[in-house]
């Protein structure tokens, strides 16, 4: 009995090896399965928008049947979460805190307007496609409009105005900071710091004649 349980237990721990084997690559395919059905939807909602993209048109470019789609997206909105993410890791919009850096409020307007409508010139096609079909009914475009709106904030908070004059502020720097806004002064033909020029120069008529420099 005993000879035979010294040759078992070494097939044993081989068995538990290939067994640990086989789960991590169980585990790596279905994460590699996962990773292409994410990159199929972020280029179909580049390509024709969150509305226009079927699951179908998204089980076809990532070489999937449409049960694999839902084994791993059995949540309607699932999708769209994990195609933002992974968009926004690739593409991630200027940090506001690194605007924090400027002393100079103005010269930190003009700084992040820049740097904002880089970001939208960039990006210009997906953020038509997901701003248009939020409209629409789509929830997507979260993750634009928190941005948006933390550099509003950032924006607004040294140049300490309230009342009315905190209300002109605010939809200025709304106006500027909007991407359609953006879209049509680029169309115009300026170039991103002229359209910056101009946008800081409304907000500043926004403000009192005595602002913080």
């Known amino acids: 009995m005993t000879a035979v349980s010294n040759r078992a237990t070494p097939l044993c721990i081989v068995c538990g090896v290939t067994r640990r084997y086989e789960l991590k690559k169980r585990a790596e395919r279905q994460e590699e399965t996962r990773r292409r059905i994410v990159e199929a939807t972020v280029e179909l909602h580049k ?23 839902y084994r791993h997206f059995p949540d309607p909105d699932a999708i769209l ?16 805190h690194e ?17 904002a409508y880089g970001y939208y010139r960039q990006n210009e096609q997906m953020m038509a496609n997901v ?6 009914g789509v929830p997507d475009g979260d993750g634009f409009l928190r941005h948006r709106a933390l550099a509003k904030r950032t ?14 502020l605010d939809a200025a720097l709304e106006l500027a900071l909007d991407f359609h806004a953006w879209q049509t002064l680029a169309h115009a033909g300026l170039t991103d710091r002229h359209a910056a020029e101009l946008t800081a120069a409304l907000i500043e008529a926004a403000l009192p004649t005595r602002t913080p420099r």
């Open 81 to 96: 979460e994990a195609c933002s993410a992974h968009y926004r890791a690739l593409n991630p919009p200027p940090d506001p």
């Open 47 to 69: 390509a024709v928008g969150p509305a226009r993209t079927t699951i179908s048109a998204i089980a076809t470019r990532a070489g999937v049947e449409r049960k694999t789609f």
């Open 155 to 168: 924006l607004a908070e040294p140049f300490a105005v309230r009342g009315r004059q905190r209300r002109r």
């Open 131 to 136: 701003l248009r079909d939020r409209a629409l």
């Open 99 to 115: 605007w924090l850096t400027i002393d100079d409020p103005h010269e930190r307007l003009r700084r992040a307007l820049v740097d």
